[in-house]
């Protein structure tokens, strides 16, 4: 028989191959990988998530392994409303939408907003699997620079002026790839844009928990109310094979069509991952759990900071992240990061290259480093290695 694909399965998707190939890199055993965004295993809560489970399965075992509503348990939204409620942003659970971690959440934030054609904002560079989605409901996709202090405010305004996109996705604390985090200036200043328009500001705040040094930053959605639809995530606080993350608004509308949606595409995400996470926040300290998270990541990105100091050309220059899990590095002129990733997987050390987290083709000489799931030795080791291919490419230009 002849295979008749759809149009969308067989639109070439750069970013798409870029992140496969990402993600087999990382899990290459023999290569020191600095590729990926992968949490630190050592943080996981194995025990405490193993007792969590035996609870679940004694005190509710056939509620656990049952088909279950579209919207999420319960008790676990009701913890995801009080943090929010902590942090000025006034939800409810029946604001929050539990998800097979927030990358579905792009799905279903695309699915009910976007038609083909429709123009969306998104910062420059930007979340490589963010790009893939939104290439997949065909939306037409503006981009802003981002500044040391935030995404340039000038070109939201003109952006938002000229096409009324429909959301402006965003992840404003330590920013994927860059780590870049947005003051609450350039927050305020945004925030205040988008009022004046019928655009929502969709913020995606993977890493928000894992500052370890500076200031925490007001949240759009404290900022915006009804005009922010926030994604969230226990990918990187607890543990990412659970595949647990959040979408929340409060606008009724909204969060019913998300609703409807998903209960089409998959019913609802696995009760029995969502029961065992809220047995675990029941029974344990999340924040003094969060606190060993930053404690080390910390560490590993004040090593990686020294190591750059220490072995990379002075000719280089990358950025001082707050939190999160990213440095962003610039190569000097004339060099490749892409070459760079190749002469460094051979050389037994993984980078991701920048230039596919740009909607255009841009950031040749920029490639980001994940510290987060490196040993402290590892992590000298591979930036050595990376110094000397990078000075080896200098050589030969």
Not at 113 to 128: F, H, K, R, T, W
Not at 147 to 152: I, L, M, N, Q, T
Not at 205 to 226: A, C, D, I, V
Not at 324 to 330: C, E, Q, Y
Request: some cysteine; proline content about 4%; hydrophobic content about 40%.
């Amino acid at each position: 028989m002849k295979l008749r694909l759809s149009k969308r399965a067989l639109q070439e998707d750069f970013q798409g191959d870029f992140v496969k190939m990402m993600l087999e890199v990382a899990a290459k055993g023999n290569l020191i990988s600095f590729a990926g965004g992968l949490p630190n295993p050592s943080s996981f809560p194995v025990e405490a998530v193993k007792e969590a489970c035996i609870k679940v399965l004694s005190n509710n075992g056939a509620g656990a392994l049952q088909y279950n509503s579209v919207d999420g348990y319960l008790p676990l939204r009701e913890f995801i409303a009080n943090r929010y409620k902590k942090s000025g942003i006034n939800l409810e659970a029946k604001d929050i939408v539990i998800t097979n971690g927030s990358q579905q959440a792009l799905d279903i934030i695309s699915s009910v907003l976007v038609d083909a054609g429709d123009n969306i904002m998104l910062e420059d560079p930007s979340y490589l699997a963010a790009l893939q989605t939104f290439h997949l409901y065909n939306a037409n996709i503006q981009t802003v620079n981002l500044k040391e202090d935030g995404a340039d405010v000038e070109e939201v305004k003109n952006v938002i002026e000229k096409y009324n996109p429909k959301f402006f996705y965003s992840i404003p604390t330590f920013q994927n790839p860059t780590g870049i985090t947005y003051t609450n200036e350039v927050r305020e200043k945004i925030a205040n844009i988008v009022k004046k328009s019928d655009t929502f500001f969709v913020e995606d705040n993977p890493y928000g928990e894992l500052r370890f040094k500076g200031e925490h930053q007001n949240s759009f959605g404290k900022l915006l109310g009804e005009q922010a639809i926030l994604l969230g995530t226990f990918s990187k606080t607890v543990a990412p094979g659970l595949r647990l993350g959040w979408i929340a608004s409060p606008v009724k509308e909204l969060v019913t069509k998300m609703k409807e949606y998903k209960q089409l595409v998959d019913m609802h995400t696995n009760i029995f991952s969502q029961m065992v996470v809220a047995e675990y926040l029941k029974n344990n300290d999340y924040d003094e759990h969060i606190k060993t998270i930053i404690d080390l990541y910390g560490k590993q990105c004040n090593c990686m900071l020294e190591c750059l100091d220490k072995y990379m050309p002075k000719d280089m220059h990358w950025t001082h992240p707050e939190g999160g899990m990213f440095i962003w590095a610039t190569l000097p002129k004339g060099l490749d990061a892409i070459e760079l990733g190749k002469k460094a997987a051979e050389a037994g050390v993984a980078v991701t290259a920048g230039e596919p987290f740009y909607e255009r083709k841009r950031g040749e000489g920029t490639f980001r480093l994940n510290y987060t799931n490196s040993s402290f030795e590892n992590i000298d080791k591979g930036i050595s290695i990376l110094a000397k291919v990078i000075e080896d490419m200098k050589k030969s230009q």
